[in-house]
């Protein structure tokens, strides 16, 4: 499986954007790119997920360098409620659904 | 709430009792998967099923642990002789047969072994 590496912990204020790094250089050519987020006390929420190109839903933005050994989350304008643990994933090989998640990046957005 | 549900949302039992956890997934959903989170750790995988098949199990799952979904409907996740390492948060999650990858979680069941 592909590794990924996050930040431990990121700091934004409220109102502004905040751009959430991953890196997976091992990522393979059929490998997506997944991001989650965990508020505290709650189960993890799925975020967006992308292949090659950027994705944007009512969430968040995915963009995805061309060579895909890293992409960034973009939360284009934070409010406290984003205060979080987000989770960059890579999709395993086919035949497995299991998400295997690291320690994530946890942001924090101040008033 | 059309949600995943657990039950109980918290248990303390003391070492070496048995102790099961219900899930409820979204009703339309026919994939099911168990987690289990530890203190400052992302979930780990423990086991999925896919309506009343357990297709894939982790190594995490030792024989202490079964999980089970009769119906394909809810699921059980049963532990047998706790012990304090399985202390942790246990997570259950759905999804639809198309998109596997976006599962959702419930609340979790929070487990402290004394």
């Known amino acids: 499986d592909a590794k990924t590496t996050q930040p431990p912990s990121m700091d934004c204020a409220e109102g502004r954007a905040a751009n959430l790094p991953c890196n997976h250089s091992t990522i393979s050519g059929n490998e997506y790119v997944y991001w989650y987020r965990q508020i505290h006390s709650q189960g993890p929420q799925y975020i967006i997920h992308g292949l090659k190109n950027n994705e944007t839903n009512e969430m968040a933005s995915l963009i995805i360098t061309e060579d895909r050994k890293s992409s960034t989350l973009i939360l284009p304008h934070a409010t406290l409620r984003d205060t979080a643990v987000y989770y960059c994933?890579?999709?395993?090989?086919?035949?497995?659904?299991?998400?295997?998640f690291g320690k994530g990046t946890k942001l924090s957005v101040i008033p | 709430d059309t949600g995943v549900s657990q039950d109980p949302r918290h248990k303390i039992t003391k070492r070496g009792q048995n102790v099961t956890f219900r899930c409820d997934p979204i009703s339309e959903h026919n994939r099911l998967y168990w987690y289990r989170q530890t203190l400052g750790q992302g979930p780990e995988f423990l086991t999925y099923?896919?309506?009343?098949?357990?297709?894939?199990k982790s190594r995490l799952l030792s024989d202490r642990f079964s999980a089970e979904r009769p119906k394909g409907s809810f699921s059980t996740l049963e532990i047998q002789r706790t012990e304090q390492g399985d202390s942790a948060m246990y997570l259950c999650a759905s999804s639809l047969a198309g998109t596997a990858y976006e599962q959702y979680f419930g609340p979790g069941t929070r487990l402290t072994v004394t």
């Open positions: 994933i890579v999709r395993p090989g086919a035949g497995s659904y299991q998400l295997t």
């Open positions: 099923f896919q309506n009343e098949a357990q297709l894939e």
